[in-house]
């Protein structure tokens, strides 16, 4: 007979994690010690459930990789006692550090599943409930005694999304997420639902390998109409600068003015990682599909294809840690390592 799995449910901090005082209407941190209390449907599901917190839960707003780290510790510390994840986060930047996870983690063969909520669990119309409850009924689906997942995963308002293709869409609607360049992977309803077909197989007879080392010296620079040569400089001229990731336009297009086009030579000359994404919601970057991306395609810009901002940067902060040799960058960047984009 199968045993129970067993899920580990960390709290990071966040929106999910506040009650609000009677009395006075403050939100305070949740206890998560007396989480059955709070949440007793939570008894009816089919795993055993255990919590830890941060010690000081933060602001997603002041997340950064040293967190990233700092969770990626826990989730090593109990990889093996634990079939499955669940990180409570706040939203504002939940899928930045899921793409980082995703990518820090090679060869994952249990699911991590990240939530948050818009309203505090205490809140008479929040959506907190029904996000953690599902996202630990999913972090807890089995079949044959193993995972369904085995992937980092984001779920958020009745649908779950591959964590590396989702990026925050609104700041008031419970429909908080999109995953606009990859279909979800389970949708709830009466029932839950697996798209099996858009899953990632396991790697579960290959180790399990946490990476550590981060690079934080990388910037985003988003072009708009107008954009002066003084303030692209002043980014690309920025001390120790290893990577960016550049935001154009459409397809990947860019200006082509000669002050432009010879800023990103001289950078690329230095060693400096430049990666082009679409400013666009969906879509892909198609370098030389128009006269105004040649010339990036000819000087040698990485194409970001259909990945997300949030994963480019992830994704690039990944690779210079891991020192990626800069001959072998830009291929590796344009492979998909973790499902993040096209092949």
């Not at 990789?65 to 990180?87: A, M, N, R």
Request: hydrophobic residues 40%; contains cysteine.
């Amino acid at each position: 007979m199968a045993s129970t799995p067993k899920i580990l449910l960390i709290y990071t901090g966040g929106t999910i994690g506040m009650i609000r005082e009677m009395k006075t209407g403050a939100l305070k941190a949740f206890d998560f010690d007396n989480l059955l209390i709070h949440i007793p449907e939570l008894s009816q599901l089919n795993c055993s459930l255990e919590s830890v917190s941060f010690e000081t839960p933060i602001d997603s707003s002041n997340m950064n990789t040293h967190y990233w780290v700092q969770l990626l510790e826990i989730v090593e510390v109990d990889y093996h006692k634990y079939d499955g994840f669940v990180i409570l986060h706040g939203s504002d930047t939940m899928s930045y550090t899921a793409s980082a996870l995703s990518f820090m983690i090679e060869n994952l063969s249990k699911p991590i599943i990240f939530t948050g909520s818009q309203l505090p669990i205490g809140d008479i119309r929040t959506d907190a409930k029904e996000n953690l409850i599902t996202s630990i009924e999913i972090a807890a689906s089995q079949i044959k005694g193993k995972p369904i997942l085995s992937e980092v995963c984001l779920y958020f308002e009745y649908k779950l999304y591959r964590a590396n293709r989702t990026t925050k869409v609104s700041s008031e609607q419970f429909e908080a997420y999109d995953s606009p360049n990859y279909p979800c992977l389970a949708e709830s309803g009466v029932h839950l639902k697996f798209n099996e077909t858009h899953q990632k197989p396991p790697s579960r007879f290959k180790k399990v390998k946490f990476h550590k080392k981060i690079e934080t010296q990388v910037v985003i620079l988003k072009l708009f109409p107008g954009i002066t040569e003084s303030v692209i400089k002043s980014i690309l001229e920025i001390e120790e600068l290893k990577g960016v990731v550049l935001e154009t336009f459409g397809s990947g297009n860019a200006p082509t003015e000669k002050w432009f086009i010879q800023l990103l030579k001289k950078t690329l000359n230095k060693g400096i990682k430049i990666v082009n994404v679409t400013q666009c919601l969906s879509g892909n970057v198609v370098l030389g599909l128009y006269e105004t991306s040649i010339q990036l395609q000819n000087i040698g810009l990485i194409s970001g294809k259909d990945i997300t901002t949030e994963s480019a940067l992830a994704k690039t902060m990944y690779l210079l840690g891991k020192k990626v040799p800069n001959a072998q960058f830009k291929q590796i960047f344009e492979t998909p390592l973790r499902g993040e984009m096209l092949k």
